[in-house]
């Protein structure tokens, strides 16, 4: 391998790259590119042959789901991926918010579902208008928030989704750890909207006649030390008999695990 490499850097040392191009290197001509790896070591080559391919795929590829980690050694290049992202579902695990936020923006419409993993951080803050200002979020159905750590933020969603007019359909579904008192300051933000409430739900108005919003909450059984939540933009129409009694149904779907 050693000899090949040696050949080849012998071959390519007399060549010159004319003229010099001040562009993104997915922008240069093929052959431009090839001459540049080709004067590289193998070590130096591989990341960027590497990345190259994966800009590639993520713009021809349509994608069911697309996961981003934070520890992905490529994922501080995704902000230079100035193309679009096709994918039904995509999920983020220990992303911070300016991540977050780039990567959505470059999603394609049809985005149906949004996930966020924080099980091992607490220090992740997140700037919920940012991300729901996103039209790909706006018209996903569902967007999941899996072990946040503020009790605040079911009711500064709701307010969002509010101030917003966000469609009738969209559901947001949190996951708390170790926390109380979340159901509760949600009541008593909303305590001029309730139209309707008992220990597991609450109902409120938005500005817009045509439409609610409601609140679920509780615990199951796979694990007692998490809260969950879903909010639920709905039509002002929609009878209470029309609710799904079955917790578990929705709850089980924050059990990605």
């Not at 190259?52 to 230079?80: M, Q």
Request: net charge negative; with cysteine.
């Amino acid at each position: 391998m050693s000899f090949d490499i040696d050949k080849l850097a012998e071959k390519t040392g007399n060549l010159l790259i004319d003229p010099v191009y001040d562009t993104n290197w997915c922008d240069m001509p093929a052959e431009i590119k090839l001459e540049c790896i080709g004067k590289l070591e193998l070590e130096e080559r591989t990341p960027i042959q590497k990345l190259e391919f994966l800009f590639y795929i993520l713009k021809i590829g349509i994608f069911d789901k697309c996961s981003i980690t934070f520890n992905d050694p490529v994922l501080k290049e995704f902000k230079n991926y100035t193309g679009k992202i096709s994918a039904k579902n995509i999920g983020f695990s220990e992303c911070d918010n300016e991540m977050v936020v780039a990567l959505l923006q470059k999603m394609n419409t049809g985005v149906e579902s949004i996930e966020i993993h924080l099980e091992w951080s607490d220090q992740i803050d997140y700037n919920f208008n940012d991300i729901l200002a996103i039209s790909q979020v706006q018209n996903a159905k569902y967007w999941f928030v899996h072990f946040f750590q503020q009790n605040d933020c079911i009711y500064k969603v709701a307010q969002i989704l509010i101030d917003q007019n966000s469609k009738i359909g969209f559901n947001f579904l949190m996951s708390l750890y170790c926390t109380n008192g979340s159901f509760e300051e949600f009541l008593d933000h909303f305590a001029d909207r309730i139209v309707s409430e008992n220990d597991r739900r609450v109902r409120i108005r938005t500005n817009n006649p045509d439409r609610h919003i409601l609140l679920e909450h509780g615990r199951n059984d796979f694990n007692r030390e998490v809260e969950f939540s879903r909010l639920m933009v709905i039509s002002a129409e929609m009878k209470e008999s029309e609710y799904n009694d079955n917790y578990n149904e929705w709850m089980r779907k924050m059990n990605y695990y």
